[in-house]
């Protein structure tokens, strides 16, 4: 049995869509497995996608509201 495979971002996804697409081309894999692998690597990509834009967000709400309590700081000190 083969080991799986780590797709833990979009670069992964990228190189294992190019390694179905090159044994689809060699008739190494048939066009079943190839188009359910390529589909499930799609949704793959766009979760990782969402998943680096919620952090990204996390991120700036933080600090945001960061700056919003130095700013009150400082105006309470006045």
């Known amino acids: 049995?083969?080991?799986g495979v780590r797709?833990?971002?979009l670069r992964d996804v990228r190189r294992f869509m190019a390694r179905i697409i090159n044994q689809l081309h060699r008739n190494e894999i048939d066009e079943s497995k190839g188009r359910t692998?390529?589909?499930m690597s799609s949704i793959l990509k766009d979760v990782?996608?969402?998943s680096?834009?919620?952090e990204r967000v996390a991120a700036l709400e933080a600090l945001r509201k960061e700056?919003?309590?130095n700013e009150q700081?400082?105006?309470n000190k006045d």
């Open 67 to 69: 700056k919003e309590d």
């Open 73 to 75: 700081k400082y105006q």
């Open 48 to 50: 990782l996608k969402e």
């Open 7 to 9: 797709l833990n971002s």
């Open 52 to 54: 680096d834009i919620e």
């Open 1 to 3: 049995m083969s080991k």
């Open 37 to 39: 692998l390529a589909y």
